[in-house]
């Protein structure tokens, strides 16, 4: 059984304790011939003191929910930013030269780097794409694949250049290694 269907037991288990006792009070007070009010005077206040031996409990699962939350939203950032990160490095520390070196053999003007994308619909490939121009203003593209000669190479800089698949990656070792972190701590 999971931690959720354990808390929502044990929640409906205290309910129907809570329910069962307030019928038993109420019972035993017209039993006694108290009047109405009296008697909904001691329901509010057996009801208030009921509240108020909840609230820790209630203060501490939305406190662990928000530091889990604010955990998740860390970890995202990061990822993203590792991800947008290394896409940026690898663009202006090969993929750029190596479409600048291109475009300076074929007399193009070289415009920046399609980013690969994944999905059926999308326009470009799953390798990144040279953006060049002609004298003319005509546009073209060459992939990053076949400027590159080392195939290993080209796979890797594509891969890195992908941050839709980056991040997820990303995510998931950051919060491995955060998990060891909290562990350790």
Known sequence: ?????????????????????MKTRIEQAKASGQSPEQIQEMVTAYAREEMRRKIPQVVTKVRSWWI????????????????????????????????????????????????????NSSSTTSFGSCIFYDAAGHKDTVLLHKLEPNQLIALLVS????????????????????????KIK
């Open 1 to 21: 059984m999971s931690t959720t269907q354990v808390d929502e037991n044990n929640l409906e288990q205290a309910h129907e304790a809570f329910t069962a006792d």
């Open 68 to 119: 889990g939350f604010r955990r998740f939203v860390i970890v995202g950032a990061l990822a993203l930013g590792f991800a947008t990160g290394l896409a940026l490095y690898v663009e202006h520390y090969y993929a750029a030269p190596l479409c600048e070196h291109y475009a300076n053999q074929h007399e193009l003007v070289y415009r920046g780097v399609y980013y690969p994308v994944i999905g």
């Open 159 to 182: 891969f890195a250049l992908q941050i839709d698949v980056i991040t997820p990656a990303a995510f998931i070792f950051i919060a491995l290694i955060a998990v060891k972190l909290f």
